[in-house]
């Protein structure tokens, strides 16, 4: 069955720390792929995307991800945190065989970061 | 422009009751989806509807999980004879609805259910 593995369900952090999350996935086909992220409180909003070309990309508040095709990785980064970037972290994939449509979202990465 | 609404935003049943979840999509999205996020698990896909097009049930854990979408727009979910395992965040998601490469969902508040 496709899955999406998040590597690490807690992470603590100092401010100005270096991130990275990792998610892997289970699907050899053509892929879209997210990163989404939920603050205290706030509903699921978009990080950033992958669709095709450049596999680094770049989201909002410094985010960007590389989508590695020979590992079936989609990993998260960020250079410095802040505390503002506590929330939980969501990798997601859409196989393009289901045309895009159905997703599977990883188990979520809880990230805390200490100011 | 208004982004995806789900009511109520919190509903607490009891054991065996049938509940009614409620989606609004944004406005001209023809793809609309229903996942379940239980407490510390990740986000469970239910269900979508893509247009005019037959749902994708594949997600619904039970025959007494079921949704219908009247109109192309606001989607209703119902759980029937609830059991305490039921009780999760109900997410609901809208999209364009193009299909391939251009498809990214925007998610709504969602509605916390609790079953007694």
């Known amino acids: 069955a496709q899955s999406v593995s998040q590597h690490n369900h807690h992470v603590i952090l100092s401010e100005a720390a270096s991130l990275e999350l990792g998610c892997n996935y289970s699907?050899?086909?053509?892929?879209?792929l997210f990163w989404y992220v939920q603050y205290p409180g706030q509903h699921l909003q978009l990080l950033l995307k992958y669709f095709s070309g450049d596999p680094l990309v770049k989201g909002i508040k410094g985010f960007e991800a590389e989508f590695i095709k020979s590992k079936f990785s989609f990993n998260l980064r960020k250079p410095s945190v802040q505390w503002s970037d506590t929330a939980e972290y969501f990798c997601?994939?859409?196989?393009?065989?289901?045309?895009?449509?159905?997703?599977?979202f990883g188990a979520g990465t809880r990230l805390f970061v200490k100011a | 422009g208004a982004g995806v609404s789900q009511s109520p935003s919190n509903k607490v049943t009891e054991k065996g009751k049938d509940v009614e979840l409620r989606c609004d999509p944004i406005s001209g999205h023809t793809a609309l989806y229903w996942y379940r996020q239980s407490l510390g698990q990740g986000l469970e896909f239910l269900i979508y509807?893509?247009?005019?097009?037959?749902?994708?049930k594949s997600g619904l854990p039970s025959d007494r999980f079921s949704a219908e979408r009247t109109g192309g727009s606001v989607s209703t979910l119902t759980i029937q004879r609830t059991q305490q395992e039921d009780s999760a965040v109900y997410l609901c998601?809208?999209?364009?609805?193009?299909?391939?490469?251009?498809?990214?969902?925007?998610f709504g508040p969602g509605t916390r259910l609790l079953v007694l």
């Open positions: 998601a809208s999209s364009l609805g193009q299909g391939g490469r251009r498809e990214t969902q925007y």
């Open positions: 699907y050899g086909g053509t892929v879209n």
């Open positions: 509807f893509q247009g005019n097009s037959a749902p994708d």
């Open positions: 997601a994939v859409n196989p393009l065989n289901t045309g895009g449509f159905k997703t599977i």
